[in-house]
């Protein structure tokens, strides 16, 4: 399974970014796929995670900001991130965990926030 993340950068505080993780064969391979974030010190985090049933999990931190949602057709996950703040900063992974419970990672895409 590959996953390509793209979408990360610099934005201010109070912008928007919208990541993307494409991921190789079907979408309906795997149960669920998602985002994890990790800044520089700290464990890696639950951002948000969507099932193959769409049903979606947000970390407590997100408060209604970001958005994770998929495209089928594409093979793709999204998360819409809005009102980003200095604190979102970390790198941003793609993950996806198939019907036999493994897991598998992009290789992260950073995401800077600006005070």
């Known amino acids: 399974v590959q996953l390509v993340e793209s979408g990360g950068g610099l934005v201010q505080t109070g912008g928007s970014l919208r990541l993307s993780c494409a991921a190789s064969g079907s979408i309906f391979s795997f149960s669920r796929m998602g985002w994890y974030r990790q800044a520089p010190g700290k464990q890696r985090e639950l951002v948000a995670t969507i099932t193959h049933a769409s049903t979606t999990n947000y970390g407590d931190f997100v408060k209604g900001r970001f958005t994770i949602s998929r495209d089928n057709a594409k093979n793709t996950v999204y998360l819409q991130m809005n009102s980003l703040k200095p604190e979102d900063t970390a790198v941003y992974y793609c993950?996806?965990?198939?019907?036999?419970?493994?897991?598998?990672w992009g290789q992260g895409t950073q995401v800077t926030v600006s005070s």
């Open positions: 993950n996806t965990r198939d019907w036999g419970s493994n897991d598998y």
